[in-house]
């Protein structure tokens, strides 16, 4: 069977585990099912971006939230405004492309973790006005977080998750039905449902089934499939798994 992972989170959410499979020699079969999309201008958007030098922290919890961010305020012409605030970012990943846009940016030296970037914050004593640029279907402790402890955070939806288009969908399906991958990645609970109605001829049982965490597992259970290896619910911790599962061949 040939080194092969099947991968169907968005584009955005990738990048870096498929550059990390790709260097291991293990070809990842990316057909994804879900896909962002910016939302058009809406009242908020605009109030928001107006008032962008009332805040003290811009925080970006993902690549992802970054570059729909900087789309979206390039659109507005307020990119030297936010190069002005002070820019966290949650890993050097988010960090690098934020650099990579003229905007300097701040994040703790850690794994990426939602907690460190908080615990940072309150070193530095950066607990004012927060805005933290997100999506409207995405789960993200984050901001949570910061609500726990008092800090004042406007979530700014830019973007949305939305399925694949019916022609990306038919030509995902064309090229599994020629692939036979060795583990299949069900990275969330919406990835579930998601894949199990994409690609309905996939047999799971000839598969390794990498879960994403013990909420992925128990919905693959409700479906009638066992995961072989559960994930800690980060794109870490699954490369791990996938490195795990190809070692013991």
Request: aromatic letters at 6%.
């Amino acid at each position: 069977m040939s080194r092969s992972v099947l991968l169907t989170a968005a584009v955005e959410d990738t990048e870096v585990v498929r550059s990390e499979l790709e260097k291991k020699k293990i070809t990842p079969l990316h057909y994804p099912l879900e896909r962002y999309e910016a939302v058009e201008a809406d009242e908020n958007i605009v109030d928001t971006v107006e008032l962008m030098d009332e805040f003290e922290n811009i925080v970006y919890g993902s690549k992802r939230n970054a570059w729909f961010f900087v789309e979206k305020i390039k659109a507005y012409g307020k990119l030297d405004e936010v190069r002005e605030q002070l820019n966290l970012a949650v890993d050097q990943h988010t960090a690098d492309y934020l650099e990579s846009e003229g905007i300097p940016a701040v994040h703790p030296h850690s794994d990426g973790n939602s907690i460190d970037l908080v615990e940072f914050m309150l070193r530095i004593r950066r607990i004012g006005e927060t805005l933290y640029p997100c999506g409207d279907k995405t789960a993200e402790d984050l901001p949570g977080l910061l609500k726990e402890l008092d800090v004042p955070v406007e979530e700014l939806v830019i973007f949305t998750l939305e399925g694949p288009k019916e022609e990306d969908l038919q030509a995902y399906r064309k090229d599994l039905s020629a692939h036979e991958p060795e583990i299949v990645i069900f990275h969330s609970r919406r990835s579930v449902n998601r894949m199990l109605a994409a690609f309905p001829h996939l047999d799971v049982r000839t598969v390794r089934v990498l879960s994403g965490d013990r909420a992925v597992s128990e919905k693959l259970k409700a479906e009638g499939i066992e995961a072989d290896i559960q994930a800690e619910g980060s794109w870490d911790s699954i490369l791990e798994k996938v490195d795990r599962i190809v070692s013991s061949k």
